[in-house]
């Protein structure tokens, strides 16, 4: 009997130390379902960070692909609104326009004024497509307000007076400007190049203004008719300041000149009187031919215009303009 419950003790104790050890190495397991070790949580750490990075460079590139889709470099839509001033390039002589001073000596000095009907304030409105970053097609429509050529001539009028005499040329002018246009592709700043034709659709005018004491006369001629034909060609470069907004500046020549087909007189003033309902239509306008037949055996009538040859006038300008693009 007594070594029965010796055995059974023996056989608790043992039990005993078994599940104690299992008690043990589970509550090890468990710890280590739930806690990580420092070295585990630096890693983990670090590969959050990779994920916040890679995210955060994942935006920016979205964000670069819509600036560089909405610019021109790579394509699309635009309207550009531009204004410049023209210096006059090309500038003629016209017979009779200068500057002369007579005196009582009789000694006279005259000197010859150059005319150029381009120079002039401009202002331009554009419509484009970029086929790709580098070429692309616009189409551009132009108004010239022309600068004043003015020459005086001055001479003696009566006794201790001066007459004065002041011409003047001038010219306004609509232009349709189709274009190729050559770009860089660049972003933030893209230098780019355009040559194109231009058609002209307007009219110049000849203004005389006579001073004498207080006499005063006042004439206005308008030439018009027919389109003057040229080329155009500029070099500039855009500054991107936003994703569909950019601003430039561009160096741009015009070589075009113009032949109207008529001229009329329709301002003739004298001391403030209109002189125009005295006026016979082959004084007031004026047709112009390549060639002209005639004969002084038929002399024309009155009643229509006069005849004379035609005679080209130079558009041509160099300036710089200043605008604002907008992408689409």
């Known amino acids: 009997m007594k070594k029965i419950f010796f055995l059974l003790c023996i056989g608790l104790f043992m039990a005993n130390t078994v599940f104690s050890q299992m008690s043990i190495n589970g509550n090890a397991v468990k710890k280590s379902a739930f806690v990580l070790n420092p070295n585990k949580t630096e890693l983990l750490n670090l590969a959050d960070n990779k994920i916040l990075i890679s995210t955060e460079e994942k935006e920016m590139m979205a964000k670069r692909r819509r600036s560089r889709s909405s610019s021109s470099s790579d394509g699309g839509a635009f309207v550009n609104l531009s204004f410049g001033y023209g210096l006059g390039l090309g500038s003629q002589n016209i017979t009779g326009f200068s500057d002369k001073n007579d005196d009582t000596t009789s000694i006279s000095t005259e000197d010859q004024v150059d005319v150029s009907l381009g120079k002039g304030l401009c202002i331009k409105l554009g419509l484009g497509y970029m086929i790709n970053g580098n ?6 429509a132009s108004y010239l307000l022309g600068g004043k050529s003015t020459a005086t001539t001055t001479s003696p009028f009566g006794f201790n007076k001066t007459k004065t005499i002041e011409s003047s040329y001038y010219s306004s002018m609509f232009m349709i400007n189709p274009s190729v246009l050559i770009a ?3 972003e933030g ?7 194109g034709l231009v058609l002209g659709f307007g009219s110049f005018y000849f203004e005389k203004n006579s001073t004498a004491d207080t006499f ?3 004439q206005k001629t308008q030439y018009s008719g027919g389109i003057a034909l040229g080329f ?15 601003i430039f500046a561009e160096f741009n020549m015009l070589n075009m000149s113009y032949s109207p087909d008529k001229s009329e007189i329709i301002t ?10 005295d006026y016979t239509v082959r ?4 047709d112009y031919y390549e060639t002209l037949v005639s004969t002084s055996m038929s002399p024309l009538p009155d009643t229509v215009p006069n005849q004379k040859l035609k005679q080209s006038f130079s558009f041509g300008n160099i300036g710089l303009n200043l605008g604002v693009k907008f992408n689409f």
Do not use: R, W
Request: hydrophobic letters at 30%.
């Open 135 to 140: 070429i692309g097609f616009e189409l551009g």
């Open 268 to 277: 003739s003033t004298s001391q403030g009187k209109d002189l125009l309902p």
């Open 184 to 186: 860089s592709g660049s």
């Open 216 to 218: 005063i006369t006042i």
């Open 189 to 195: 700043i893209n230098p780019y190049a355009k040559f």
């Open 283 to 286: 004084d007031k306008q004026t």
């Open 232 to 246: 155009n060609a500029s070099l500039g470069c855009s500054f991107t300041v936003s994703d569909n907004i950019s």
